[in-house]
């Protein structure tokens, strides 16, 4: 942690190295779990395909290919394989990472404070865990509303570097949007924000999350903006019920 002055404020050039700290420890941590989606590329690969293709019943049968997803050049297999290992490090790191974004934004914290905001956000891994399986979980549907918008006298290729793309984005869209309750109690817990200040701009929340599902769930369709739009309204009230419950007893 960084040295702070007495109001728990840094220098400039004290948030530069912090921040330069944070971002060598996420940088190593999501090389590290690189190696495990480097190691079991295949296995990734297979699980990742499925709302597509059965990449192990497509060669159990000797097919020539699967489905509508396909690889181009000659480099096209090692890309894939480094974009999967990198890919792969991202979400399995992602504890470390957003535990190393929160040190960042909230520190000179106190040791009761920090004790607090470290145990709660112990919390966020199950979370992002549920977000992403959430979003995984969503992702057949979502690739059959946009492969019906495909003219039934068109075959539609896919090439497997977007498809992954798309299902990462997918799957990290809805990991981090699930972390929003996490921080929002984090915030109460260090006395930044109150249980009042959470919900008190409740319907101002609400448009901002459907907003913001409209605008990044990559098919737009109203049944996945749902899927992540309602649990995030949920949570945002939950947390800000939590919060209530943290000041009352902080009053007391």
């Known amino acids: 942690m ?20 944070r971002i060598v420890r996420s940088a190593i941590a999501i090389l590290i779990f690189s190696g495990i989606g480097w190691a079991f590329y295949n296995q990734i690969i297979n699980t990742l395909a499925k709302p597509v293709c059965d990449l192990n019943a497509a060669k159990a049968s000797s097919a020539s290919h699967c489905g509508s997803l396909y690889i181009n050049g000659v480099l096209g297999p090692l890309n894939l394989q480094i ?15 957003l535990f190393q974004l929160w040190s ?7 040791r009761r404070e920090k004790r607090n905001s ?12 549920v977000g992403a399986t959430l979003g995984y979980l969503i992702l057949p549907v979502a690739i059959r509303v946009l492969f019906g918008f495909t003219p039934s006298s068109l075959s539609n290729l896919v090439k497997f570097d977007d498809y992954l793309d798309f299902v990462m984005r997918v799957i990290l869209l809805f990991g981090l949007a699930f972390e929003l309750p996490v921080f929002l109690v984090s915030l109460n817990l260090i006395g930044f924000l109150s249980g009042r200040a959470i919900l ?17 769930t990559p098919t737009g369709d109203p049944l996945t903006m749902a899927a992540l739009a309602v649990p995030l309204i949920l949570l945002y009230f939950g947390a800000g019920g939590i919060a209530l419950l943290v000041d009352k007893r902080r009053a007391r």
Request: glycine share 8%.
């Open 83 to 97: 974009k999967v290992a990198l890919l792969s490090g991202v979400i399995l790191a992602a504890p470390i990472w």
């Open 200 to 216: 008190g701009p409740w319907r101002i929340w609400v448009f901002a999350i459907v907003l913001f599902t409209a605008a990044f």
């Open 2 to 21: 960084a040295t702070t002055t007495s109001g728990g404020r840094m220098p400039l050039l004290e948030h530069l190295r912090e921040f330069r700290k």
């Open 118 to 129: 470290v145990l709660f956000i112990c919390v966020a891994t199950p979370f992002f865990a």
């Open 104 to 110: 960042f934004i909230a520190p000179g914290l106190k």
